[in-house]
């Protein structure tokens, strides 16, 4: 099994930055890739972006439009997700996943417990 636990979340204004981490432990010599996803008020979980552990190859969703950027430290077993111009409708509590290497939530096995992102108009 692999445990997550995500953090970074919090309240910013329009246009400011956030950075999420996420630090595994457990079995991660089974991590295939880190995900971030999140989930909306009455809304379905999303994909928001992934990165594959060993050639670190990074997938975004559309909607990131260049503003976040994924990185993952094999070392210390953590991927980040930090987000510049943030906007209103980023406001979602956001989780890492491992598990599989694909962008469907019901893939994934393995969740982190969510950290809150709130952006202000």
């Known amino acids: 099994q692999v445990q997550l636990v995500d953090s970074g979340g919090g309240l910013v204004q329009a246009g400011g930055s956030l950075r999420l981490s996420c630090a595994a432990s457990g079995r991660t010599e089974s991590i295939a890739a880190m995900t971030w996803f999140r989930q909306a008020p009455g809304k379905e979980r999303e994909f928001v972006a992934r990165?594959?552990?060993?050639?670190?190859?990074?997938y975004y969703a559309d909607f990131v439009e260049g503003r976040f950027t994924i990185s993952r430290d094999n070392a210390k077993n953590t991927v980040a997700l930090q987000m510049n111009s943030l906007k209103p409708e980023d406001t979602a509590v956001y989780y890492c996943a491992v598990g599989a290497n694909s962008r469907y939530p019901v893939d994934y096995a393995y969740w982190g417990q969510g950290t809150q992102v709130t952006v202000s108009s």
């Open positions: 990165i594959t552990w060993r050639g670190g190859i990074k």
